[in-house]
């Protein structure tokens, strides 16, 4: 099967183009949001194929898989007048929780016979989908492997833009973790935080380097608030680091208790990971559960069986 698909999300691309397919990256010359092409950071195969936009209008493409609604538009210029859901078919991915008025968020592809896929049942509950048929297919990853050793008694964090998301990431949070046990907080943009008293920040680290670093550090601290589920927090427990992280969204059914401590209180967040920086084989074993978890749930062949079946049914035209 040849798939159309803009690399958005590096971590969720990643998973997805290690598929049985051939996959088509629109690729600019500037490489922008709209043609990124091939990762930088991380390793994929040769089936994930640039391809310019002048190129697309000559491509077979069996499918079109939309990740924003604007991409409706793009495709059908790009592939030379055929426009996805109507002369190819296509299935939109949607990455994110509601904003704004949550309880009435109409979605943008509502009413528009296009199958939309959500990453979490937390999102496809929320959104306001009705006149759309919808699926879930949770996230999966690459096994990373067990490389936990948290000889750093610090607390390993994930966040990118901190900043401009603010509390949705809960950046507000961040401060009072770093000042009480020390706060290493890894991702994009991180250095526009504040010089708070306990913070370390590392900066675009490849996804092999990052991967290295972060269970060197005691406990994974997951502060988000309102976005939808992180693959950085599922990385963290293929890892096997044990987690503290905010019951919100999605989180309290991807972090079963044994794995750490899961919590709505911000006066329950640096007691717990203090307790489990000052026993390590607490911590181990933590990890070890959530780790096993992980696996179990988000692995990487079970999502893409999902979206194979999926992909066979849309392509068939019988999709629900």
């Known amino acids: 099967m040849r798939i159309l698909i803009w690399h958005v999300r590096a971590a969720w691309t990643t ?3 290690h598929g049985r397919h051939d996959y088509l990256l629109p690729t600019t010359a500037d490489r922008g949001p709209d043609g990124r092409g091939r990762a930088r950071t991380c390793e994929w195969p040769a089936a994930a194929r640039e391809v310019s936009p002048e190129a697309l209008a000559d491509e077979e493409v069996d499918v079109v898989l ?5 991409e409706v538009e793009l495709a059908e210029k790009w592939l030379g007048g055929r426009r996805p859901g109507r002369d190819v078919p296509a299935v939109y991915l949607e990455h994110d929780t509601p904003a704004g008025a949550v309880p009435e968020t109409r979605h943008p592809m509502a009413d528009d016979d296009v199958l939309i896929v959500h990453v979490t049942g937390f999102n496809d509950l929320l959104w306001d989908c009705s006149g759309s048929p919808t699926t879930v297919i949770e996230h999966g990853i690459l096994d990373p492997g067990r490389r936990y050793t948290g000889d750093i008694e610090r607390a390993g964090m994930v966040v990118n833009d901190p900043v401009r998301r603010g509390r949705s990431v809960g950046a507000d949070l961040i401060p009072p973790l770093a000042e009480g046990v020390g706060a290493d907080v890894f991702g994009m943009r991180v250095g526009h935080l504040p010089a708070y008293r306990g913070l370390r920040t590392y900066e ?11 269970p060197r550090r005691r406990v994974y601290v997951h502060l988000n608030r309102w976005t939808s589920l992180d693959l950085s927090l599922i990385e963290a ?3 096997g680091m044990p987690v503290v992280a905010l019951a919100t969204a999605e989180t309290p059914l991807a972090v079963p208790h044994e794995a750490g401590y899961v919590t709505t209180r911000r006066d329950e967040i640096v007691p717990a990971v203090r307790h489990l920086m000052k026993d390590p084989d607490v911590a181990e074993e933590a990890g070890l559960i959530g780790r096993r978890h992980a696996r179990r749930r988000y692995g990487l062949d079970r999502f893409l069986d999902e979206w194979d079946d999926v992909l066979r049914t849309v392509v068939a035209g019988t999709a629900p």
């Open 66 to 70: 939309l990740q924003r609604p604007h």
């Open 237 to 239: 427990m293929h890892l």
């Open 204 to 214: 675009n680290l490849p996804q092999p380097d990052l991967h290295d670093h972060l």
């Open 15 to 17: 998973a997805f183009v």
